[in-house]
């Protein structure tokens, strides 16, 4: 069985603060997908990134970064410069290699950005 | 740039009333899928659907749960008789392939049962 946790069910910090969101995950399959995704107050859910499991190299978008290290079945996510509009949900998901390939959502961690 | 969409935006419904939700999946997407989110907890996969069948389902969708493709375009869950739990939020997603394409969400059916 597969299994997402995160462990930061909130955060809160100050504008401009840079901040980690944090996710491990489990699973038996040698092959996966690790995804984020941003749940804004609107209630939709925004793809972030997705990452295969045989490509370890972190990935850097804007104010965004994702460091996944497969020793220690983590794929975390950081903020910097954090600002207001980056409050939201954030779900770390992870999918198997096969047909159907359905997501395995965590927890989801709640970022209040205050200015 | 393309989207997934859903129809209606909130729903009220009754106790043991059947209801369907409506999703138009991006237009050259294979695969597509219900997820289920009660408020404040995590997303929830519901069904997976490709090729006029379903590829896979979790212990949610029972018997009370079916999905169709009526025509080209719509996606529709259908719930035959609605229990108060069933209140959450629905999401239609859909993926270009399947196995290894990224599942884009549309914005969700809040659907609340009395």
């Known amino acids: 069985a597969q299994k997402?946790?995160?462990?930061?069910?909130?955060?809160?910090?100050v504008e401009k603060e840079d901040v980690?969101?944090?996710?491990?995950?489990?699973?038996?399959?040698t092959t996966y997908y690790l995804f984020w995704y941003k749940q804004p107050p609107s209630g939709e859910l925004v793809f972030l990134i997705r990452r295969n499991s045989f490509d370890e190299q972190n990935e850097i978008s804007g104010r965004y970064s994702?460091?996944?290290q497969k020793s220690t079945s983590s794929f975390n996510f950081t903020i910097t410069a954090s600002q207001v509009v980056d409050s939201a949900v954030y779900f770390c998901a992870l999918s198997r290699d096969n047909a159907g390939n359905m997501?395995?959502?965590?927890?989801g961690t709640r970022l209040m950005v205050k200015p | 740039e393309p989207e997934v969409t859903q129809t209606p935006s909130h729903q009220v419904t009754q106790m043991g009333q059947e209801v369907i939700l409506r999703c138009v999946p991006i237009s050259n997407h294979l695969y597509f899928y219900w997820y289920r989110q009660i408020l404040g907890q995590k997303v929830e996969f519901l069904v997976s659907f490709y090729n006029n069948e379903i590829s896979e389902k979790s212990e949610i969708f029972d018997d009370q749960f079916?999905?169709?493709r009526p025509d080209g375009s719509n996606f529709t869950l259908k719930i035959r008789s609605t229990k108060l739990e069933d209140s959450a939020m629905y999401f239609c997603a859909s993926t270009h392939v399947g196995v290894q394409e990224t599942q884009y969400f549309g914005p969700g059916t809040r659907l609340l049962v009395l």
């Not at chain 1, 969101?21 to 699973?27: A, F, I, N, P, R």
Request: aromatic share 12%; glycine share 6%.
């Open chain 1, 4 to 13: 997402v946790t995160q462990a930061q069910t909130e955060i809160s910090v």
């Open chain 1, 20 to 29: 980690t969101l944090d996710c491990v995950y489990e699973t038996r399959d």
């Open chain 1, 66 to 68: 994702w460091n996944f």
């Open chain 1, 103 to 107: 997501l395995t959502f965590g927890g």
């Open chain 2, 66 to 68: 079916s999905v169709e």
